[in-house]
């Protein structure tokens, strides 16, 4: 793992070294003094594991280089759709609550607070179709990447052709 690594990871993430460090599980003192400058993390395997662990976790990928191209890091596919169920989930529960309370209160509910409950849903609704949307839009996008010719003519979206 290279220390560049981590710092770009980190930042995809906005973690500062403490929130990395505690979802890791090591010391804030190990990560500033392993990320400054360029080469390789030479904590110990177990720590390495803990980081790499805490990053994957997050979404975060990190690449290992391979021909001409050096590491990196990158947002994990699956993490992306995962992100995008997980708000879609949330919405539709927060609408089903909200759906619930207005049936249980509506015979003593003020004519506004009804009207104002009313918008809210019809915004939580929309949000929610937006998230599908969203997440069948991934769906399609992953399916178009997994389509591309291997053939070396293309390194994906935004590549250069040689």
């Known amino acids: 793992m290279m220390k560049a690594q981590v710092r770009a990871a980190r930042a995809l993430l906005g973690w500062s070294q403490e929130e990395l460090a505690s979802r890791a599980s090591v010391s804030v003192a190990t990560i500033r003094r392993q990320e400054p400058g360029a080469g390789e993390f030479s904590a110990s395997g177990e720590v390495l594991a803990r980081i790499a662990a805490a990053l994957e976790s997050a979404g975060v990928e990190l690449v290992v280089g391979g021909d001409s191209k050096g ?8 993490s992306d759709r ?3 169920t997980f708000v879609l989930e949330a919405i539709q529960g927060a609408e089903k609550l909200l759906r619930s309370a ?7 509910m003020d004519k506004s ?3 104002d409950l009313d918008q809210a ?7 929610a179709r937006k998230t599908a949307q969203e997440v069948e839009s991934f769906d399609d996008f ?8 291997p053939d070396g003519t293309s390194d994906g979206i935004g590549a250069d052709k040689k």
Do not use: K, T
Not at 102 to 108: F, H, K, L, P
Not at 142 to 149: G, K, M, R
């Open 113 to 115: 607070v009804a009207r």
């Open 102 to 108: 207005q049936i249980a209160s509506a015979a003593s």
């Open 71 to 78: 590491p990196g890091v990158r947002f994990s596919r699956s």
């Open 121 to 127: 849903l019809s915004a939580i609704h929309l949000a």
């Open 142 to 149: 992953v399916d178009f990447i997994a389509d591309l010719p």
């Open 82 to 84: 995962e992100r995008l």
